[in-house]
């Protein structure tokens, strides 16, 4: 892993002083199902997700275009993507017309779903995580199904990495007490 990180910091590099959309499309390439699925388990709609998984990128460009530090190419990412959906909730609020579009079915999750028996243990664990408060679910999907580490959930909801810890072990004693066993 630390020669993927030092790879990505010699395309950002090379992105902040020569823009080249060829360098970008290699870090788009490495990050976009990852993006589109978080945004997906946020919104439930694959046009919706789309398109935020699009906004996401082009911020992040212009983000890079404006010579801004980036520590982290996916914890920007995962940044921007999450105040992206966090817009949409804003304008749906104003809109109270808008309906949260299909459901989050088990095969669209990615990988996670192989830890559970069979496909209905992993549909009941997604039809628990979406009854969870925001927080808690945000910071399952973080860990768990985005497999990102401590450190960089706090990076990127805002929170110290303690916080983020006691939040998920709430949020996981929660769904353990909805779906009635250990997971």
């Given at each position: 892993m630390?020669g993927?990180?030092l790879d990505?910091?010699k395309?950002?590099y090379?992105?902040?002083?020569?823009?080249?959309?060829?360098?970008?499309?290699?870090?788009?390439?490495?990050?976009v199902?990852?993006?589109?699925?978080?945004?997906?388990?946020?919104?439930g709609?694959?046009?919706?997700?789309?398109?935020?998984a699009?906004e996401?990128?082009?911020?992040a460009?212009?983000?890079?275009?404006?010579?801004?530090e980036?520590?982290?190419?996916?914890?920007?990412?995962?940044?921007?993507?999450r105040?992206?959906?966090?817009?949409?909730?804003?304008?749906?609020?104003?809109?109270?017309?808008?309906?949260?579009?299909?459901?989050?079915?088990?095969s669209?999750?990615?990988?996670?779903?192989?830890?559970f028996?069979?496909k209905?243990?992993?549909?009941?664990?997604?039809?628990?995580l979406?009854?969870?408060?925001?927080?808690?679910?945000?910071?399952?999907?973080?860990?768990?199904?985005?497999e990102?580490e401590?450190h960089?959930i706090a990076?990127?909801i805002?929170?110290?990495?303690?916080g983020?810890?006691v939040?998920?072990?709430?949020?996981?004693?929660k769904?353990?007490?909805?779906l009635?066993?250990q997971?």
């Amino acid at each position: 892993m630390p020669g993927a990180k030092l790879d990505e910091n010699k395309i950002l590099y090379r992105l902040r002083t020569a823009p080249n959309p060829d360098d970008f499309g290699v870090l788009y390439d490495t990050y976009v199902k990852q993006i589109y699925r978080f945004v997906y388990f946020k919104v439930g709609g694959h046009e919706e997700a789309e398109d935020i998984a699009s906004e996401v990128f082009l911020k992040a460009w212009h983000y890079i275009q404006a010579k801004k530090e980036v520590k982290s190419f996916r914890g920007l990412l995962y940044s921007i993507a999450r105040n992206c959906v966090i817009d949409l909730y804003r304008a749906r609020a104003l809109r109270p017309e808008v309906l949260m579009g299909e459901e989050i079915e088990a095969s669209d999750a990615g990988n996670w779903e192989k830890e559970f028996q069979n496909k209905d243990e992993s549909q009941a664990v997604l039809t628990a995580l979406k009854k969870l408060k925001q927080e808690y679910k945000e910071v399952i999907t973080l860990r768990y199904i985005e497999e990102l580490e401590i450190h960089e959930i706090a990076g990127i909801i805002g929170k110290s990495r303690v916080g983020v810890r006691v939040t998920l072990h709430r949020a996981i004693k929660k769904l353990e007490e909805m779906l009635g066993r250990q997971i």
